[in-house]
């Protein structure tokens, strides 16, 4: 399995997620935001960090770099393309997501460990993923989830939630949504379910002495499911 | 021309800055407020000529990047 991580100036998790990718089987390259050509892929990873600096809006600049002609191709063509926190801000910003990631509801920068549920399992990320519920970590200032009633609709109508925020049982209350996310989602897909954008970091959680396993056994089940 | 323009968010998008700014203004005495919302403006100088089209290319770099349109309105404000 071949994969592909974005680089872009300002991302900071490019490298994590190269060590994960590689920990679990996936032949990876890095990819240089101002190429023009993705390497053969099986799945493309936009990774978490800062690009541009965050500049007018989380991801907007990114979303018009060069490489990214190509990731919307692929993507179109119904190649596997991943967005982990900025990375999902450069998806909802490439239009290839739904909705757009509004500033967290207390204006806190948030960093701690949470838990999520997997809200829908027919798809080649969570199928036949032992768990349901997952602790991964987020860090993020804008995570705050949001997108017009019309589209939220739709939304649900395609059963496109990824991922909620919930408790350790799995109960998604507002307890447990940590930035005001709309309807706790913390996770989307496109309709065709092969591009996923979501908050948490799950590249941070594999390593059983420094932070647990689950990153690890979605990381093991993903590169099963495309192979 | 210099074409200037605002982007505010949209009525039914919560705007938490403008809250913190609007009772920040209530804390240090500034009576009657009814509500503050936050936005960003620009100003963009380019060697087009005509009004008409400086403001079009605006629009559409307002719509291709300056703007969400999914939470977001522009406002082209002034030109000269």
Known sequence: MHSSVITFPGSNCDRDMDVALKKFGFKNKMVWHDDTEL?????????????????????????????????????????KVMGICNGFQILVESGLLPGVLLRNKYLEFI?????????????SYFKNNKK???EFHIAHNEGNYFCSNEQIKEIND??????????????????????????????VFNKQKNVLGMMPHPE?????????????????NLINNLK | MKISVVITLKKDVLDPQGKVIHQTLDGIG???INEV????YFEIDTNESDKKKAEEKVEEMCKKLLANLVIEDFKIIGSQ
């Open chain 1, 204 to 220: 941070r959680m594999i390593d059983p002495a420094l932070s647990g396993e689950d990153g690890s056994i979605f990381f093991e």
């Open chain 2, 37 to 40: 919302r936050q936005g960003k």
């Open chain 1, 158 to 187: 395609n059963d496109q939630i990824a991922l909620f925020y919930s408790d350790e049982n799995g109960n998604v209350n507002e307890q447990s949504n940590p930035n005001g996310s709309l309807q706790n989602i913390a996770g």
């Open chain 1, 39 to 79: 390497p053969k892929s099986d799945l493309v990873v936009l990774p978490g960090g800062f690009s541009y600096g965050d500049y007018l809006r989380c991801g907007s600049m990114a979303s018009k770099s060069k490489i990214m002609k190509s990731v919307l191709n692929f993507a179109q063509g119904g190649g």
């Open chain 2, 30 to 32: 500034f009576e009657g």
């Open chain 1, 132 to 134: 349901d519920v997952y």
């Open chain 1, 111 to 123: 960093c701690k460990n949470v838990f999520v549920k997997a809200n829908n399992k027919d798809n």
